[in-house]
Structures are given as structure tokens and as C-alpha cells.
């Protein structure tokens, strides 16, 4: 199995790499351990400033990543931007605020006696990524890791292959060391391997329900620590005192960002009965009257998705939610000819015995729920196998406040559409996965903590 690009615009292939031997991938593990045991007397700070120097190289190649993106799986090029600005902010807060937050913290116990907690790194840590986010999902795990100590093997989604060779350069261009950043072209049954490798410390995953099962599995078989970023159907909640112009320009983007292919998209509309009306005539406009186009053209509003197989894949969700009894307020789907255009849909009268009550919708289609009043909108967010993130729109923050409180998710925005921060944890429950990625938090996770105890 040799690594694909095809452009999704276009279809053509851009370029194929060939799978790693057994042997190419354990030189790589090699030169990562090295990396590991040679960071031991290397301090925090010396690793901060490597980290600041890749996160200005991300600066100042924005351009060339996001047009490989947009080569690679489709994004906009302006989106492609916004995403390795992420990523520079990622590594400059860890690079910032990373050493501090590495410090070592006093402890008490007994009568006053004393104890000292550290952090160390613990080894390799295999990062297992997905298309849709090709640099900052990297990067996110990279960061963190990279100045605890801990080496980053990736594994990436083979439809970004050249965006993960382009990140691998810049890694080493920035001078973070032989083995820190290692990037391999592998196959499902390799992974298992790396996996099972002694010297790996830690698994991070950002993908589907079933390959979180799967990873999660095999990383809990060898005892080995884990995070999992799965996916998410989350709520979009406009409360009836809601600014609606603003809940409208919000809902079109925070669905349509990405092309839809964004686990935190507000995949569910939740709006209250009293302005439900002006809501639904709002978006089906917009929707209706969306831009299509090539990733690279600064106009477009939506650009194709990743592959044909995901154009099919939400075909047929589709289909199935009609065939449940859902109704096409915004009649959209496959677009004929070049690229892998899926025009907007939105669904209404999603009933729970609908399958597509409790799916994820990889793209452009959403949902409209109206429901009554504050505690209706809290029951039906809640009714479902994911809790990523969600959003919650009112005029009384307090009111929104007590809303986003009683959503079971990771993460809930107020008059604002969900996004990424550095500062901020990120992660979900149930479904959605475990474990948090950048912040403290993300610091963390594959961190040793340990505890010196003085008698």
C-alpha cells in the first residue's frame, strides 16, 4: 500500500510515497529513543527557545503549508492559513508558559514534612492523525511533548502525506534534533507494532469512533497511556432572547467551516420555539446561495471535500435520514463534474428512531431542532453518544451560563462558535474520547509526575 495525495479540486494525483520497510521504521525508533535519553540533562528552557524558533518558521511559511493543504484534502486557502497561525501559537504559548508551568511544585504531608513534585518526560509518544486539521492536530501533540522531552512519532492520515513531509522539514529546520519529530509512512499492521515497541510511552489519537476503539485497544493491551480526540454532533443552541443576526453569521460558518469536515462543527441546531421561525428562514437562504469553488481562490465559500469516498459516505446518511422520515429544508448533496463538491443540506424532523438522530455528519449537512424552552434544549443536547464541544447563544450570559453548565461536553462557547485555543483545554467525554490536548492540561498528559518525599 503506497501513501496517496490526490487533489480533491481537481482529482488528479499529486504525489505517492512508498510504505516504510520494517526495518526504515525501526531506525526510526532508534533515533528517536536516542533523542529521549539525550534530552535528560537538557532543561526546559533550552527546548523553549528551539520551539519559539519553529513556531516563527510556521509564521513565516504559512503560505507554502496552506497551499499544500488545499492540494492535499481540499481546505481553503485562507482557512489553511488561519490553521498554521494556530499551530505558531500553539508552539509560542508552550514555548512561553511551558517551563513555568514544568516547575516543580511544593508538597506537605505528615507534620510538615516536605515533598517536591517534577515533571519528566517518559519517551516516544506515536501520534495518529487525521486529514481534516493536517498541521494543527500534529502540532498540538508535538509542542507539549517535544519540550517535556518526549520524542513524536507520526502516523498520518495518507491523503496529507505531503503535508506531513512538509512538516517533518520545518521540525528539523527549526533545529529541534535528530529523532524529536519523526514522521513514517506505515501501515495499520506497523502501527500495531509500534504500539507493542517497549520504548513507546504514550499513544495519541485524533480520529473516528472505530479507530479510537481500535487504537485505544492495542495501546491498553501493551499498558501503554492514551488520549483519544474522537469525533463529535455537537449543539448549537440559540435561546429565544438570542442576538439573532448574530446566532445566524455564527451557525452558517460554524457548520460550513472546513467544509463541514471539523469534529467540533455545530452538526445541531437547537433553536427555541419563540424565534425558531426567523432562524430557519435565515439560514436556508444562506445555505441555499453558498459559493463553490477552487481551495485556492480567496472567494470561495466552500471548497470540495476531502475525497469521493467522503462525498459518498454523507450521500448515503442522507439518503437514510429521508428514507427515517427527515425532511430537506436546504435540498443539497454531490455536485456533478470535477472536485468532490457536496452542496449544503439541512435536515428537519429528525426523530430519535432516525439513524440520523445519533450519527455524526462529516460535512455539509445539518440539522434543525426547535424545541420549547431552556430545558428542553439542555435534554436534547444531552441525548447523544458524543460530547465534544457546543455553543450557546443569549442576550443574558447568565442565563447561557447555566445552559452551557448542564451540557454534558467538553467544552461549551457562549455567543461564539466553538474554535481552538492555546490557553484553553481541549477534549470531550463519552463518545467523544478522553484526555485533554493543549492548555496545562495538554502539558500534562504524557508527562511523568513525579514525587520526591523527604523523610
Not at 190 to 205: K, N
Not at 363 to 383: F, S
Request: contains cysteine; glycine residues 8%.
Amino acid at each position: 500500500m503506497a501513501y496517496k495525495v490526490i487533489n480533491p479540486y481537481s482529482g488528479e494525483i499529486v504525489r505517492e510515497y512508498e510504505l516504510m520497510s520494517k526495518e526504515q521504521v525501526a531506525a526510526k525508533l532508534d533515533r528517536a529513543e536516542a533523542f529521549y535519553k539525550s534530552q535528560k540533562n537538557v532543561s526546559f528552557l533550552e527546548r523553549a527557545e528551539k520551539l519559539e524558533k519553529f513556531a516563527k518558521l510556521l509564521e513565516e511559511k504559512q503560505d507554502e503549508l496552506a497551499r499544500e493543504a488545499a492540494l492535499n484534502m481540499g481546505k481553503k486557502i485562507t482557512e489553511g492559513k488561519g490553521e498554521v497561525l494556530l499551530c505558531a501559537n500553539l508552539a509560542h504559548y508552550y514555548a512561553d508558559k511551558g517551563p513555568e508551568l514544568l516547575e516543580s511544585k511544593p508538597y506537605e504531608y505528615g507534620n510538615g514534612k516536605k515533598a517536591v513534585l517534577e515533571y519528566h518526560s517518559i519517551g516516544i509518544v506515536l501520534s495518529v492523525e487525521p486529514w481534516n486539521f493536517p498541521y494543527s492536530q500534529v502540532v498540538r501533540v508535538l509542542a507539549p511533548n517535544y519540550l517535556l522531552g518526549n520524542p513524536v512519532v507520526l502516523k498520518h492520515a495518507g491523503i496529507v502525506a505531503g503535508c506531513a513531509v512538509l512538516l517533518e522539514s520545518l521540525a528539523k529546520e527549526a533545529g529541534l534534533g535528530e529523532g524529536a519529530f519523526t514522521n513514517l509512512f506505515v501501515s495499520h499492521d506497523q502501527v500495531t507494532d509500534i504500539i507493542a515497541d517497549e520504548r513507546v510511552q504514550g499513544v495519541a489519537l485524533t480520529g473516528s469512533e472505530d479507530a479510537g476503539r481500535i487504537i485505544a485497544s492495542q495501546a491498553g493491551k501493551s499498558l501503554v497511556k492514551s488520549t483519544m480526540e474522537l469525533g463529535g454532533s455537537d449543539v448549537f443552541a440559540i435561546l429565544d432572547d438570542a442576538d439573532l443576526e448574530l446566532a445566524v453569521e455564527d451557525a452558517i460558518g460554524a457548520r460550513l467551516r472546513n467544509a463541514g469536515q471539523v469534529c467540533t462543527s455545530a452538526k445541531r441546531y437547537v433553536v427555541e420555539a419563540k424565534i425558531a421561525d426567523q432562524f430557519i428562514s435565515s439560514i436556508k437562504e444562506r445555505f441555499t446561495d453558498i459559493r463553490l469553488g477552487s481551495p485556492l481562490e480567496p472567494d470561495t465559500e466552500l471548497a470540495p471535500l476531502s475525497s469521493k469516498n467522503a462525498v459518498d459516505v454523507l450521500q448515503k446518511q442522507v439518503e437514510e435520514a429521508v428514507a427515517n422520515g427527515a425532511n430537506l429544508l436546504v435540498h443539497g448533496g454531490p455536485v456533478k463534474g470535477t472536485g468532490n463538491f457536496f452542496k449544503p443540506v439541512v435536515l428537519t424532523d429528525v426523530s430519535p428512531e432516525n439513524p440520523a438522530y445519533y450519527q455524526e455528519f462529516f460535512g455539509p449537512v445539518a440539522q434543525v431542532y426547535v424545541v420549547p424552552d431552556d430545558e428542553a434544549v439542555i435534554k436534547l443536547a444531552n441525548d447523544s453518544f458524543f460530547g465534544l464541544a457546543g455553543a450557546v447563544y443569549s442576550k443574558n450570559i447568565e442565563r447561557a451560563h447555566a445552559v452551557a453548565s448542564k451540557i454534558e461536553t467538553g467544552q461549551v462557547f457562549i455567543n461564539r462558535p466553538s474554535g481552538a485555543h492555546p490557553e484553553l483545554p481541549f477534549g470531550g467525554v463519552k463518545h467523544s474520547g478522553y484526555g485533554r490536548e493543549m492548555s496545562d492540561l495538554g502539558l500534562y498528559e504524557f508527562a511523568n509526575e513525579k514525587i520526591i518525599v523527604f523523610g
